[in-house]
């Protein structure tokens, strides 16, 4: 690699080989790694500025080049997130657009930008997921970081106070992508951020009052420049800044911030705006919506989230919003079998670890599919059933040396004993 050389005075003159101005003419000399020769600060603008005023193709293939995914398109990011999360087809694909055009713009700064737009400046565009509890929200930005190789901090909003409060200050969220970054800081800064259950920090009421909303419309006052780009001061161990105590400094500018939330009690206000009557001649009537037999989240707009109490400002701060849709029977039952981590599979895995198979019927699935949309929790509550039916078979199967098959039996998601099938061999 080429090296910068600082000269001292000596009896045997440097010049620079290209322009041929000496070495006190010039603030910067490079020198050739195997050669004596040199360039000067001077001659290396000027050989930049005539690259990108006579080479314009050099330039739009400098433009196309894309550190960290040269081997990613939207549509296999998109098929890299349907390997793990089921349906939700629309917020994969808003997802795979945004986080591509997010890492494109980053390195459209790294290098020589495409004829005609170099004075153009592409804004960051934060992500919003909507959805009940249990959808994958939260999986879909583990599975972006997976596939993308880049830190992911999870932080969770409910616990955020205004700043010289009881609990964790915005900053907090920084000191988790950083220590998920082993503090690599250049990393953590194109990390991505996943800030679950946004909807907590709504303003908590529209009435005027003495007291300060230091959990909701606060945490949004300064939420604001960390969404947008700034640099903050980050503790290095984490917890509340002090005076006098070290800060490591974050550019917040390249960071993707990805917020998802339930969202309880926003379909009824979409509901609502959708159902108003206009009056007058030539009115738009909008058609009727059955809230039972359609997703309401699909049709939110910036006033809903207006009225459901979230600022103008933190409302612009999240310019795209992806609504996640409740899970059919059908996608529950996909959610137990098909994807790469689905939980029939991680248990299977577990019961083969002691060397036995497991299998379950169709009859136990379905029954515990309508457990799981009893209890209103979507996916999330699929993993408790599941653990409530093989906890019994579980604890006495490392004891059971002849086990050779366990099978659960729609009975046996009731509360009855799963089918064990001995080893007969062993057994003898």
Same mark, same amino acid.
């Given at each position: 690699?080429?090296?910068?050389?600082?000269?001292?005075?000596?009896?045997?003159?440097?010049?620079?080989?290209?322009?041929?101005?000496?070495?006190?003419?010039?603030?910067?000399?490079?020198?050739?790694?195997?050669?004596?020769?040199?360039?000067?600060?001077?001659?290396?603008?000027?050989?930049?500025?005539?690259?990108?005023?006579?080479?314009?193709?050099?330039?739009?293939?400098?433009?196309?080049?894309?550190?960290?995914?040269?081997?990613?398109?939207?549509?296999?990011?998109?098929?890299?997130?349907?390997?793990?999360?089921?349906?939700?087809?629309?917020?994969?694909?808003?997802?795979?657009?945004?986080?591509?055009?997010?890492?494109?713009?980053?390195?459209?700064?790294?290098?020589?930008?495409?004829?005609?737009?170099?004075?153009?400046?592409?804004?960051?565009?934060?992500?919003?997921?909507?959805?009940?509890?249990?959808?994958?929200?939260?999986?879909?930005?583990?599975?972006?970081?997976?596939?993308?190789?880049?830190?992911?901090?999870?932080?969770?909003?409910?616990?955020?106070?205004?700043?010289?409060?009881?609990?964790?200050?915005?900053?907090?969220?920084?000191?988790?992508?950083?220590?998920?970054?082993?503090?690599?800081?250049?990393?953590?800064?194109? /990390?991505?951020?996943?800030? &679950?259950?946004? $909807? @907590? *920090?709504?303003? =908590?009421?529209?009435?005027? #009052?003495?007291?300060?909303?230091?959990?909701?419309?606060?945490?949004?006052?300064?939420?604001?420049?960390?969404?947008?780009?700034?640099?903050?001061?980050?503790?290095?161990?984490?917890?509340?800044?002090?005076?006098?105590?070290?800060?490591?400094?974050?550019?917040?500018?390249?960071?993707?911030?990805? /917020?998802?939330?339930?969202? &309880?009690?926003? $379909? @009824? *206000?979409?509901? =609502?705006?959708?159902?108003? #009557?206009?009056?007058?001649?030539?009115?738009?009537?909008?058609?009727?919506?059955?809230?039972?037999?359609?997703?309401?989240?699909?049709?939110?707009?910036?006033?809903?989230?207006?009225?459901?109490?979230?600022?103008?400002?933190?409302?612009?701060?999240?310019?795209?919003?992806?609504?996640?849709?409740?899970?059919?029977?059908?996608?529950?039952?996909?959610?137990?079998?098909?994807?790469?981590?689905?939980?029939?599979?991680?248990?299977?895995?577990?019961?083969?670890?002691?060397?036995?198979?497991?299998?379950?019927?169709?009859?136990?699935?379905?029954?515990?599919?309508?457990?799981?949309?009893?209890?209103?929790?979507?996916?999330?509550?699929?993993?408790?059933?599941?653990?409530?039916?093989?906890?019994?078979?579980?604890?006495?199967?490392?004891?059971?040396?002849?086990?050779?098959?366990?099978?659960?039996?729609?009975?046996?998601?009731?509360?009855?004993?799963?089918?064990?099938?001995?080893?007969?061999?062993?057994?003898?």
């Amino acid at each position: 690699m080429p090296s910068e050389q600082k000269f001292e005075p000596t009896d045997r003159p440097v010049y620079c080989t290209f322009c041929g101005r000496a070495a006190e003419e010039v603030q910067t000399l490079i020198s050739a790694p195997f050669a004596s020769a040199f360039i000067c600060d001077i001659c290396t603008a000027n050989h930049i500025d005539l690259l990108r005023a006579h080479l314009p193709q050099f330039a739009k293939k400098k433009a196309t080049r894309r550190s960290g995914l040269t081997t990613f398109t939207p549509r296999s990011i998109e098929r890299a997130l349907s390997e793990h999360v089921i349906e939700q087809d629309r917020a994969k694909k808003i997802l795979a657009v945004s986080v591509y055009n997010h890492y494109k713009r980053i390195d459209a700064e790294t290098v020589i930008g495409v004829e005609g737009f170099e004075d153009t400046e592409i804004e960051k565009s934060n992500i919003l997921l909507l959805g009940p509890t249990g959808t994958g929200k939260t999986l879909l930005a583990q599975t972006l970081a997976k596939i993308l190789d880049v830190p992911l901090a999870i932080a969770d909003a409910t616990t955020l106070t205004e700043a010289g409060y009881v609990g964790d200050d915005v900053e907090s969220i920084l000191s988790s992508l950083l220590q998920a970054a082993d503090f690599d800081v250049a990393r953590a800064e194109r /990390g991505i951020v996943y800030l &679950d259950e946004v $909807d @907590k *920090i709504s303003r =908590k009421s529209d009435s005027a #009052s003495i007291t300060r909303d230091v959990s909701g419309e606060g945490v949004q006052q300064g939420l604001l420049k960390l969404l947008e780009g700034t640099i903050a001061g980050v503790p290095p161990k984490g917890g509340r800044k002090h005076p006098e105590q070290p800060l490591i400094h974050i550019n917040t500018k390249h960071i993707l911030f990805i /917020g998802g939330g339930a969202f &309880d009690g926003l $379909d @009824k *206000i979409i509901l =609502k705006r959708l159902h108003q #009557s206009p009056i007058g001649f030539g009115a738009n009537i909008p058609s009727r919506v059955d809230e039972k037999a359609v997703d309401l989240f699909q049709y939110v707009e910036p006033e809903d989230l207006l009225k459901y109490g979230f600022i103008p400002e933190l409302i612009g701060r999240f310019p795209v919003l992806a609504a996640l849709n409740g899970l059919s029977r059908e996608a529950l039952l996909r959610v137990l079998t098909e994807p790469r981590n689905a939980l029939v599979k991680q248990f299977r895995k577990l019961f083969a670890m002691e060397g036995v198979e497991l299998e379950f019927e169709r009859g136990a699935l379905e029954l515990m599919i309508d457990k799981a949309i009893e209890r209103g929790s979507g996916a999330r509550s699929l993993r408790s059933l599941m653990e409530e039916t093989l906890m019994d078979v579980m604890f006495q199967l490392p004891e059971n040396q002849h086990a050779e098959k366990v099978i659960i039996t729609r009975d046996a998601v009731a509360g009855g004993e799963p089918t064990i099938i001995l080893n007969e061999r062993l057994a003898a």
